[in-house]
C-alpha cells in the first residue's frame, strides 16, 4: 500500500448539458480527516456519489488501496469499505432504529431474522461511540443529530476504511458537533480515514489535515489545513474572474419601493424568522446564502405556498393577503421554483398545455378553451424567448433543461405579473441558456418590471443582482449594495451564525 | 454484436396511392363477394364490413395523399418506427385478431345485428368508465361507482312504477313526471360524489380509501332504503313503459337508442377534459400536482369537480341500467368499477396519473365486451371467459406501458 488509501485521479462526469466534474483528484491517506471544499454545485456531492457507486464516473481512476476499481453500485462501495452519511437523510420513519441499522444485512437465524443478536450489536456499537439511543426507538422519533449519529454508527458497523462525510453538522449543536470531533478522532485511531464536506470553516481547520477545493466542477488544490487559513479557503473557493458571463447592464434600478415584506416569521420554528425587505422598482433584488438559508422557505412562503405565523405583506403602498398561489397570481406575483422537475414541469403533457397553465382562464371563449388563443399567445411568448421545441404539441420531457426553464418562464410571463420571483433560475442548465435567462431577465426590468432572485451562485449573485440579500438559518444577515458586495463580505455574512 | 437499423424511404405521393390502391381492393372484393354469395348468404355481413374498410383505408390514403406538403414528402419506414406503430395501435391489433378468431369458430358473428348489440352492451360501461377515468387521471381511483350505480337504480325505479302494479315501493306515490325521480337519483349520486371530494380535497385522504369508505356508506344506505316498507328487499319490477323506454327504444327497429346516448357522453366528456379549463387542469394535477398547485391551479375545487362530475355519471348510467332491464336491486352495480378501472387501463389510461385519452377508454370499453360476448357466442364457459379476461388485462396493460420508460407502477 503506497502513500494514500485512496486517490480519485482526472475524475470527469456529465450530465446532459453540464460538465459536473472536469478533471478532479482527490487523495486521502489513511488515518487522516480530510476536508473537501467548494461553493454549493462545485461539485463535491456529484465526485463523492462517484466514489460511493451513486453515479459512474465517465473517465479518470480510483485506486483503492493501491488497486484500481471501477465502483458501480453503493452495495459495492460498501463492501470496498466505503460509507456516506448523506447531507439530507431519509429515515425509514415508522420502523425501529436496528432495522434499518442492518437493512439489506439482516442477521438471519435459520430462515429468521435474528433480533435479538442485531439489537444488541446496535446497542454495543452505540455505546463505543458514546450514543444514547435505544435501538428499539423508532427512526421518525430521532432527533435530527442523533439521526445523524446514529447513520455515523451504521458507517463504523460496515467496518469502513473511508466515511464520507456530507455535512454531517448542518444539523448539530456545538455540543453535539464537539461529540461528533470526539467520535471521528477516534475513528482516525482506528486508521480509518474521514472526508468531511462542510461550510463550516472554523470547524473544517479544526478537524482536518488536509483540505482539498473545488470550484466549478475542476480541481483547485489541495493543501495541508495547518497552512491555510479561513479566508484563503475562501478566496480559493471563489476566487475567480467575473468575465463576460453577464449581458451589460444598462439601467438604473427605481428608488420607489413596489414591493415589501414585513416581519415575516415562518410557521415552522426552525425555518425563517422576523423578516423585513423592500424590493424597488426595476431592480434586480439576489439572495444570497448557503444550502439551508431558508431562502426557499422564503419565497414560498410569500407566495402562498407555505404557512407562515405572522408579517405583512405589501405591494404598491397596500396590504396584500396571499393564502394560496392563487391569490399570488392575481396581485401580479410570478414564482419559477427551484426544483424544475418537481414542481414545475408536466412532463408528459405537450409545451404547449404547459406554456399556457397559468393563465388559462385569459383564453376562454363562450365557455371552452379557445385553441387558437392558447396557440397564438404561446407561439409568440416561446418564440420571444426563444424556446428551441420542434413544435408545441412536443412532450416536455423531451425539451433540454434550459428550454424547459424559458417555458416555464414564459408560462409565468403569460399571467402578466409586476414582481417575478426566481429560485435558482439557471440551476443546471448549460452556459449558453444560462446568458439567455439573464438577457430575458434584463428586458423585463426594462419592461418595468422588478426581479427577486435567489441564486447560490456567487458569480451569477454578484452579475446580476442590483442588491444583495443574504441569509443564514433563517435570519436575514445583511443587504448590500451590488457595488460594495464581494464574494468574501456575502460568504461572510452567509455563515454568520455558523460557528 | 452489430445491429445496423434498416430503413426504407418512399414518397408521400406514393404512400398515399399505395393505401387507396388497397382499400379499392378490399371494398371490390366485398362487393363481388356480396354478388357471388348473394343467394347462400354464407358471409352474412362480411362483404358490407370489407367495403367501409376499404372505404376507411382509401380516405386515410386519400388524406395522406392530398396533405403530403404538410406531413413532409417523403415517408421512412425504420425498425424503431415500425415497433412504436405495433405498440400504439397495438390494442386495435389484438381485437381484431379476436374477432377473426371468433369469425373462424362461428362464421355468423360477422352480422351488423352483433355489432350494434357489442356497441349497445357496451353503452353504460362506457358512460361510467367516462367517469371514473377522471379519478384515475389524478392518479386516484373511485371504488364506489357500483354501488353509485346500484343506488341510482333504485331509487329512480322506486318512483317509476305502474299505477297498477301490486308491490308499489311507494304505494300512494302519484305518477311523477319522469324526470324528477331521474333527477333525484343523479342528484344523489352526485352528493356522495362530492363526498368523495371533500374525503380527497379536504382531509387529504388517498382516494383509495375515501371512496371504499362511501362504498360502503352508500351500499348500506341503499340497502336501508330498499328494505322499507313495504318493499321488504323485494326486487323493485313494474316499472312504467316510459321509463323502460328511456333504454329500451330501437332506433329504425334496430340500433338501441343506449349508442346514441353513450355516444353524446361521451363528446361531452371528450369536450371537458380538451376543451376546458377544468378538464386541462385534470391533466396538471396528475402530471404533476405540486406544478400545478404552484401554477395557482386551484387544486381543491378541481378534485371536487372531478368527484361530483364522476357521481353525476354514475347515477346517469344507474338509471339507464334500471331502465334497460325494468327493474333494480340494491345487487345493481356491484363490481362494475372494477371493469370500468380494468377498461380504462387497457384504454392507456396510467394509474399514475396524468395519461389517457377518451378514444384509448372507449376502445377498452369495447374491447371488453367484444370479449364477453364473442367469447358467449363460441360457448366458451364462463369459467373460462374470467381466465380469458384477466390474462387480456394483464397483456394489454403490459404492452401499454411498454411505451414508457421504466418508472415503478405507472
Known amino acids: ?499 | 454484436m452489430n445491429m445496423v437499423s434498416k430503413s426504407k424511404t418512399i414518397s408521400r405521393q406514393k404512400y398515399g396511392i399505395i393505401f387507396m390502391v388497397s382499400g379499392v381492393v378490399l371494398a371490390v372484393l366485398g362487393i363481388l363477394m356480396r354478388v357471388a354469395f348473394y343467394n347462400k348468404n354464407q358471409m352474412y355481413d362480411l362483404p358490407w364490413f370489407l367495403v367501409i374498410l376499404g372505404g376507411v383505408i382509401i380516405f386515410y390514403g386519400m388524406s395522406q395523399y392530398a396533405d403530403r406538403k404538410h406531413l413532409g414528402g417523403e415517408v421512412q419506414f425504420t425498425a424503431r418506427k415500425a415497433k412504436d406503430f405495433f405498440l400504439k395501435y397495438a390494442l386495435i391489433f389484438s381485437l381484431f385478431v379476436l374477432v377473426i378468431v371468433i369469425i373462424s369458430i362461428q362464421p355468423n358473428f360477422m352480422q351488423w345485428d352483433v355489432v350494434l348489440d357489442i356497441l349497445a352492451q357496451s353503452s353504460i360501461k362506457l358512460i361510467i368508465a367516462l367517469g371514473i377515468c377522471m379519478t384515475l387521471l389524478i392518479a386516484g381511483t373511485d371504488l364506489s361507482a357500483g354501488r353509485m350505480v346500484g343506488l341510482a337504480a333504485v331509487i329512480s325505479t322506486s318512483m317509476l312504477q305502474n299505477p297498477t302494479y301490486a308491490n308499489r315501493f311507494f304505494p300512494n306515490l302519484p305518477q311523477l313526471p319522469i324526470i324528477v325521480p331521474i333527477l333525484i337519483a343523479i342528484v344523489v349520486c352526485g352528493l356522495f360524489g362530492a363526498l368523495n371530494g371533500v374525503l380527497v380535497a379536504k382531509f387529504n385522504m388517498h382516494p383509495f380509501i375515501a371512496t371504499l369508505a362511501t362504498q360502503v356508506m352508500i351500499f348500506g344506505a341503499c340497502s336501508l332504503y330498499f328494505d322499507t316498507p313495504p318493499n321488504k328487499s323485494q326486487p323493485i319490477g313494474g316499472v312504467r313503459d316510459d321509463f323502460t323506454a328511456l333504454a329500451q327504444t330501437k332506433i329504425l327497429g334496430k340500433i338501441s337508442i343506449l349508442i346514441p346516448i353513450a355516444l353524446i357522453v361521451t363528446v361531452i366528456m371528450w369536450f371537458v377534459l380538451n376543451k376546458t379549463v377544468f378538464g386541462k387542469n385534470i391533466y396538471a394535477i396528475g402530471g404533476n400536482m405540486e406544478a400545478a398547485r404552484v401554477s395557482g391551479v386551484n387544486v381543491f375545487r378541481t378534485l371536487m369537480g372531478i368527484f361530483i362530475l364522476a357521481g353525476v355519471l354514475y347515477g346517469f348510467g344507474g338509471v339507464l341500467e334500471a331502465a334497460r332491464t325494468a327493474g333494480a336491486t340494491n345487487q345493481y352495480g356491484n363490481g362494475y368499477e372494477l371493469d370500468a378501472i380494468a377498461a380504462c387501463c387497457v384504454g392507456g389510461v396510467s394509474l399514475a396519473g396524468g395519461i389517457g385519452k377518451i378514444s384509448g377508454i372507449t376502445i377498452g370499453v369495447l374491447i371488453f365486451t367484444v370479449i364477453q360476448y364473442g367469447l358467449e357466442f363460441i360457448n366458451v364457459s364462463p369459467m373460462w371467459q374470467q381466465v380469458i379476461k384477466g390474462v387480456i388485462i394483464a397483456v394489454a396493460v403490459a404492452i401499454d406501458l411498454s411505451k414508457y420508460k421504466k418508472v415503478l407502477w405507472h
Request: glycine share 8%; net charge negative.
Open chain 1, 1 to 499: 500500500m503506497g502513500e494514500y488509501v485512496l486517490e480519485m485521479n482526472h475524475i470527469s462526469k456529465s450530465f446532459p448539458g453540464v460538465k459536473a466534474l472536469d478533471d478532479v483528484n482527490l487523495k486521502v491517506r489513511p488515518g487522516s480527516v480530510h476536508a473537501l471544499v467548494g461553493e454549493n454545485g462545485a461539485g463535491k456531492s456529484t465526485l463523492m456519489k462517484c466514489l460511493f457507486g451513486i453515479y459512474h464516473k465517465d473517465a479518470g481512476d480510483i485506486i483503492l488501496e493501491g488497486q484500481n476499481t471501477d465502483i458501480l453500485s453503493t452495495k459495492q462501495a460498501l463492501s470496498l469499505g466505503i460509507s456516506m452519511i448523506h447531507q439530507e437523510l431519509h429515515p425509514i420513519r415508522f420502523r425501529p432504529v436496528w432495522e434499518s441499522f442492518w437493512l439489506g444485512r439482516f442477521i438471519k437465524n435459520g430462515i429468521m431474522v435474528d433480533k435479538k443478536t442485531m439489537v444488541e450489536k446496535t446497542k454495543q456499537i452505540f455505546d463505543e461511540i458514546e450514543l444514547n439511543v435505544n435501538p428499539e426507538t423508532l427512526s421518525g422519533d430521532l432527533s435530527p443529530s442523533n439521526l445523524q449519529l446514529v447513520e455515523i454508527a451504521k458507517a463504523i458497523s460496515y467496518n469502513a476504511k473511508i466515511i464520507i462525510m456530507d455535512e454531517p453538522t448542518s444539523s448539530l449543536t456545538n455540543n453535539e458537533t464537539e461529540h461528533l470531533f470526539k467520535i471521528i478522532r477516534k475513528l482516525q485511531k482506528k486508521g480509518c480515514s474521514v472526508i468531511y464536506i462542510s461550510h463550516k470553516m472554523e470547524e473544517l481547520l479544526q478537524i482536518c489535515d488536509q483540505v482539498t477545493i473545488m470550484r466549478d466542477g475542476k480541481y483547485i488544490g489541495s493543501w495541508p489545513a495547518s497552512e491555510m487559513t479561513t479566508e484563503e479557503i475562501i478566496n480559493k473557493m471563489v476566487g475567480r474572474e467575473l468575465t463576460d458571463r453577464f449581458p451589460h447592464k444598462d439601467y438604473t434600478p427605481g428608488t420607489e419601493t413596489v414591493f415589501q415584506v414585513k416581519d415575516l416569521c415562518s410557521a415552522v420554528p426552525r425555518s425563517f424568522q422576523h423578516i423585513s425587505f423592500e424590493l424597488h422598482k426595476g431592480e434586480i433584488l439576489g439572495i444570497g446564502g448557503l444550502v439551508g438559508a431558508q431562502r426557499t422557505e422564503l419565497v414560498e412562503s410569500i407566495f402562498g405556498l407555505r404557512e407562515v405565523s405572522s408579517g405583512e405583506i405589501w405591494k404598491n403602498g397596500k396590504q396584500i393577503e396571499i393564502h394560496c398561489s392563487d391569490d399570488a397570481k392575481r396581485n401580479g406575483l410570478a414564482l419559477l421554483t427551484e426544483e424544475r422537475r418537481a414542481s414545475g414541469v408536466f412532463g408528459h403533457l405537450s409545451v404547449l398545455d404547459n406554456t399556457v397553465i397559468a393563465s388559462q382562464k385569459r383564453y376562454v371563449k363562450n365557455g371552452m378553451l379557445s385553441e387558437p388563443l392558447r396557440i397564438k399567445s404561446a407561439d409568440h411568448i416561446s418564440k420571444e424567448l426563444r424556446v428551441k421545441t420542434p413544435s408545441l404539441s412536443t412532450e416536455m420531457e423531451n425539451l433540454s433543461g434550459g428550454n424547459q426553464q424559458k417555458v416555464l418562464l414564459a408560462r409565468w410571463l403569460l399571467t402578466e405579473p409586476d414582481i417575478l420571483i426566481l429560485d435558482e433560475p439557471t440551476r443546471g442548465i448549460d452556459v449558453g441558456a444560462k446568458y439567455e435567462i439573464y438577457t430575458i431577465m434584463l428586458r423585463l426590468i426594462h419592461r418595468g418590471k422588478s426581479i427577486i432572485m435567489i441564486s447560490s451562485e456567487m458569480p451569477e449573485l454578484l452579475g446580476m443582482s442590483d442588491r444583495i440579500m443574504v441569509m443564514c438559518e433563517g435570519h436575514l444577515t445583511g443587504i448590500l449594495d451590488s457595488s460594495e458586495a464581494d464574494q468574501v463580505s456575502i460568504m461572510r455574512l452567509a455563515t454568520k451564525y455558523m460557528e
